[in-house]
């Protein structure tokens, strides 16, 4: 059949019986089979039809126009067979699909369930400490070292914690003094508190400290066998719990807004830990030559060098600064104290782009 024979059927055909296929400019995403709307390929012609009426389907029949032609012709019996193969393919994926989605919906509503149940029961869960047991000794977790096979009170934050089998669960304490590993067994681990535990609420533990068996590793090489314990502040969960509020990955500003919890990494505690040591040594070493510290004020009412590197701000309806140096209180402190220092910050306004300075 020529291309003009082709042509004069399709032409004689009722439009409203052609599904239109444009592999070029076409789209199976928004098309609609329309001439004006075509699809980009036979199988969603095929999908179309197959969505049509059973009495409607036998007379819809699909034109194609492929790259650089201008004109439609009926398509090839190969390439119906293939879309109609590569339909049937998709109707069996999305039907398995929705299957399994079924089963998970299924298998997740059990689990819901069986997690409500389970939280219901503990709440019937009540621990009371053993009065038969030595009487516990109040410790910070820097001193368990100290306090090994000896019954322990520590107070702490829950820093981590992990939950493994049915009986068995452990919590990572810090106290800002170091990190203690605790093991809760049975009844311990079945209460509302220990079901519903989240990082960073604030609990006290009792128990007693051994050294862990070996091959096992824990902070210090022991850790707090507890018999009792409680939540004393629970911290908030979901979308608020502080693994969801920030990761280090995190742009800056989100790390300096949530700086507070930021502070309670190991990385970020150590840092200030090392300041602080630095701070120490400097302190030392003043005093160990003779020196006095002095705190001047930060807020001052004259400059001390530039005018324009000042720092303004309203002080009860009068202008003040933020201290450009302590140089000149620590002159005045010189004839009654002798030689003296301070370890203060002074505050430029000196616009700079380097990461030295904030303005």
């Not at 199988?43 to 650089?68: R, S, T």
């Not at 009926?74 to 393919?89: D, G, Q, Y």
Request: charged share 30%; proline share 4%; aromatic share 6%.
């Amino acid at each position: 059949m020529s291309c003009e024979e082709v042509t004069a059927k399709i032409s004689s055909m009722d439009i409203a019986d052609l599904v239109f296929v444009d592999e070029a400019a076409g789209s199976d995403e928004s098309g609609s089979g329309s001439k004006s709307a075509p699809y980009k390929t036979p199988q969603a012609a095929v999908a179309h039809i197959a969505e049509q009426p059973e009495d409607k389907q036998e007379a819809l029949k699909i034109v194609v126009k492929k790259a650089g032609e201008e004109e439609y012709s009926p398509v090839t019996p190969s390439a119906l067979k293939k879309a109609k193969k590569a339909h049937e393919l998709a109707l069996k994926k999305a039907k398995k699909q929705a299957e399994q989605e079924a089963r998970d919906k299924e298998q997740d509503e059990a689990r819901q369930a069986e997690e409500q149940r389970k939280l219901e029961e503990s709440k019937k869960i009540v621990l009371t400490e053993d009065s038969s047991l030595p009487k516990a000794k109040l410790i910070r977790i820097d001193d368990a070292k100290n306090n090994r096979n000896t019954r322990v009170k520590v107070s702490g934050w829950v820093s981590r914690h992990r939950v493994q089998g049915k009986d068995m669960m452990f919590i990572v304490l810090r106290d800002g003094t170091g990190y203690l590993q605790c093991v809760l067994n049975n009844r311990l681990c079945h209460t509302y508190d220990a079901l519903t535990l989240t990082l960073e609420s604030s609990v006290t533990l009792v128990g007693e400290i051994k050294e862990v068996p070996e091959g096992k590793t824990a902070p210090d090489g022991h850790e707090l066998i507890v018999d009792f314990w409680e939540v004393v502040g629970k911290a908030p969960g979901g979308d608020e719990a502080v693994s969801n509020l920030f990761d280090k990955d995190s742009d800056p500003s989100v790390l300096l807004k949530q700086r507070h919890l930021v502070i309670r990494g190991e990385r970020a505690s150590s840092v200030l830990k090392v300041r602080s040591r630095v701070m120490r040594a400097f302190r030392d070493h003043f005093e160990s030559v003779g020196y006095n510290e002095v705190t001047p004020p930060c807020m001052v009412q004259t400059q001390v060098e530039g005018g324009s590197t000042l720092f303004s701000f309203n002080y009860y309806g009068e202008e003040a600064y933020l201290t450009q140096s302590s140089q000149l209180y620590l002159e005045t402190c010189l004839p009654s104290m002798g030689a003296v220092y301070t370890m203060n910050e002074s505050y430029r306004a000196e616009k700079s782009n380097t990461r030295r300075h904030l303005s």
